[in-house]
């Protein structure tokens, strides 16, 4: 038997809500615009300075210097992140990333699971940890008194659950994204390996534990959901690649070369300095010629500036291969984004309903093999 040991953070969270249109039509040259709704959203952590207070964190979930840790790397462990304010919108975007980081990098979540909720309940306001705590000394037995056995949430919870899972119906090990609408009424069977086949669920197998996992959902003003992940290997990704550095947010100032062997060159100078992948799809720079910054990825082709922070952010826009094949040549690639469900019209209610966002999870059992 291996013991399994890894720790899951969500480092970036972001809710945006999207114009409702008048008649449905859009000219396609018409870029949409959309509002960050900012206490719903954080970059890299939560702190008093910002949004914490608009978030119940529980459990052992805790916001670091760098990242909000949902899972701790120790077995047994339970996770809970819920906003506090509702979304008054009928038209929004979510769109966060996760990141695991497995001591084995061949090792996978096992039995852990990850879920994402919009519930159409005011979770945070039922939600009483000195409840929990003062009826039990476990957390399993105090969550399962409060009704909340089904990935820390309610069984018949009322609302979309996006579960992110590690083993199948079999028990083997096969990850898997499975989105539910529950519908307030339904029970859904808590043991979670039955989830990927439950009745009315839609499932991707998909290796969702990375470095940096992105997930995108949007509600549409019919009430259609989708939602997408892309779980690109930065490594592979970025190594020998051209990227225009853009340092007051408008003009390229430089063109940056991050090589395989983990230098970079400025232009047409001589390799130095170094590039590394951090967790959460970022990128450690530096170079003796005045570039020392972290930068965050967003999607596969552009990367803005996290640290230290500036405004207007400087940022990255991706130019090319540096060796291309003949078929890679002068061309941008297409993002690698992977749907993971489509639900129907009329899914999420119209009429702009209020509904939260929430994280939850369990680290799993002590030990695989």
Same mark, same amino acid.
């Given at each position: 038997?291996?013991?399994?040991?890894?720790?899951?953070?969500?480092?970036? &969270?972001?809710?945006?809500?999207?114009?409702?249109? /008048?008649?449905?039509?859009?000219?396609?040259?018409?870029?949409? /615009?959309?509002?960050?709704?900012?206490?719903?959203?954080?970059?890299?952590?939560?702190?008093?300075?910002?949004?914490?207070?608009?978030?119940?964190?529980?459990?052992?979930?805790?916001?670091?210097?760098?990242?909000?840790?949902?899972?701790?790397?120790?077995?047994?462990?339970?996770?809970?992140?819920?906003? =506090?304010?509702?979304?008054?919108?009928?038209?929004?975007?979510?769109?966060?990333?996760?990141?695991?980081?497995?001591?084995?990098?061949?090792?996978?979540?096992?039995?852990?699971?990850?879920?994402?909720?919009?519930?159409?309940?005011?979770?945070?306001?039922?939600?009483?940890?000195?409840?929990?705590?003062? =009826?039990?000394?476990?957390?399993?037995?105090?969550?399962?008194?409060?009704? &909340?056995?089904?990935?820390?949430?309610?069984?018949?919870?009322?609302?979309?659950?996006?579960?992110?899972?590690? @083993?199948?119906?079999? @028990?083997?090990?096969?990850?898997?994204?499975?989105?539910?609408?529950?519908?307030?009424?339904?029970? %859904?069977?808590?043991?979670?390996?039955?989830?990927?086949?439950?009745?009315?669920?839609?499932?991707?197998?998909?290796?969702?534990? /990375?470095?940096?996992?992105?997930?995108?959902? =949007?509600?549409?003003?019919?009430?259609?959901?989708?939602?997408?992940?892309?779980?690109?290997?930065?490594?592979?990704?970025?190594?020998?690649?051209?990227?225009? %550095?853009?340092?007051?947010?408008?003009?390229?100032?430089?063109?940056?070369?991050?090589?395989?062997?983990?230098?970079?060159?400025?232009?047409?100078?001589?390799?130095?300095?170094?590039?590394?992948?951090? $967790?959460?799809?970022?990128?450690?720079?530096?170079?003796?010629?005045?570039?020392?910054? /972290?930068?965050?990825?967003?999607?596969?082709?552009?990367?803005?500036?996290?640290?230290?922070?500036?405004? $207007?952010?400087?940022?990255?826009?991706?130019?090319?291969?540096?060796?291309?094949?003949?078929?890679?040549?002068?061309?941008?690639?297409?993002?690698?984004?992977?749907?993971?469900?489509?639900?129907?019209?009329?899914?999420?209610? =119209?009429?702009?309903?209020?509904? %939260?966002?929430?994280?939850?999870?369990?680290?799993?059992?002590?030990?695989?093999?």
């Amino acid at each position: 038997m291996a013991t399994r040991d890894f720790a899951l953070a969500t480092v970036v &969270l972001v809710l945006a809500a999207l114009p409702l249109a /008048t008649d449905g039509r859009k000219p396609k040259q018409e870029k949409e /615009t959309s509002w960050r709704m900012a206490h719903h959203s954080f970059t890299k952590t939560l702190s008093y300075d910002n949004t914490l207070g608009d978030w119940v964190s529980s459990a052992a979930t805790m916001a670091l210097r760098d990242r909000v840790q949902l899972l701790p790397p120790v077995p047994d462990r339970y996770g809970i992140l819920w906003n =506090k304010q509702p979304v008054r919108s009928g038209k929004f975007e979510v769109s966060f990333t996760l990141s695991g980081t497995p001591k084995d990098s061949k090792a996978g979540p096992d039995d852990a699971v990850v879920a994402f909720w919009i519930g159409l309940k005011d979770w945070a306001a039922e939600y009483s940890e000195q409840e929990i705590v003062t =009826k039990s000394k476990s957390w399993k037995e105090g969550l399962h008194a409060a009704g &909340l056995t089904f990935a820390v949430n309610r069984p018949n919870f009322h609302g979309l659950g996006l579960l992110f899972l590690g @083993k199948d119906r079999s @028990k083997s090990n096969r990850q898997s994204a499975t989105v539910l609408w529950g519908d307030g009424s339904k029970v %859904y069977d808590h043991n979670l390996q039955n989830v990927p086949e439950a009745p009315g669920a839609t499932t991707k197998y998909i290796d969702w534990l /990375t470095l940096g996992t992105q997930v995108k959902l =949007k509600v549409d003003e019919n009430g259609g959901i989708k939602g997408f992940a892309l779980t690109s290997d930065v490594n592979e990704l970025v190594g020998d690649t051209q990227w225009s %550095y853009i340092e007051d947010g408008a003009n390229s100032q430089a063109f940056l070369s991050l090589l395989a062997d983990g230098r970079i060159k400025v232009n047409d100078g001589d390799p130095a300095g170094s590039w590394k992948v951090l $967790p959460g799809h970022r990128l450690r720079l530096w170079h003796p010629d005045k570039l020392d910054c /972290t930068m965050r990825l967003e999607g596969e082709l552009a990367a803005v500036q996290e640290d230290p922070r500036r405004f $207007p952010s400087p940022s990255m826009s991706f130019v090319g291969k540096l060796n291309p094949k003949p078929e890679e040549a002068n061309k941008v690639p297409d993002e690698k984004w992977v749907q993971l469900f489509e639900l129907p019209e009329s899914t999420f209610p =119209k009429g702009s309903p209020e509904c %939260y966002i929430g994280f939850s999870g369990w680290a799993g059992s002590t030990s695989w093999g």
